[in-house]
């Protein structure tokens, strides 16, 4: 088992900047994938960014690049995403997640590919 915890959340003017925390716990994550997802009111749950942990690589949506940046700790088993820039569209609910990444190379976009969650934090970007 793998438990997340999120935090950092919170009311925010458009153009700031926040930077969401994910602790996670539970297990060696060296074979994980680390994802960032948000969901809106009433819209589906949307990938945001991934991480892998064995070897740092990334990967975005195209609707984040260049704004979304995900990192991690390893000496806190945390992972991180910092939002720049943000925008009233940004509202939302965002969840860590992460899964087992037997194969080195592959990325998971999909919500349901996950298997372990947390239980979110809200972000509002508002003036």
């Known amino acids: 088992q793998v438990q997340l915890v999120e935090s950092g959340g919170g009311l925010v003017q458009p153009g700031d900047s926040l930077r969401l925390s994910c602790a996670a716990s539970?297990?060696?994550?060296?074979?994980?994938?680390m994802g960032w997802f948000r969901q809106a009111p009433g819209k589906e749950r949307e990938f945001a960014a991934a991480i892998r942990w064995s070897d740092d690589s990334t990967y975005y949506a195209n609707s984040v690049k260049g704004r979304f940046t995900i990192s991690r700790d390893n000496t806190k088993n945390t992972v991180y995403l910092q939002i720049d820039s943000l925008k009233p569209e940004d509202t939302a609910v965002y969840y860590c997640?992460?899964?087992?990444?037997?194969?080195?190379?592959?990325?998971?976009?999909?919500?349901?590919?996950?298997?372990?969650w947390g239980q979110g934090t809200q972000v509002t970007v508002s003036s």
């Open positions: 539970g297990r060696t994550l060296s074979t994980y994938v």
């Open positions: 997640a992460a899964r087992r990444s037997p194969y080195g190379s592959m990325w998971y976009l999909g919500a349901y590919q996950y298997d372990y």
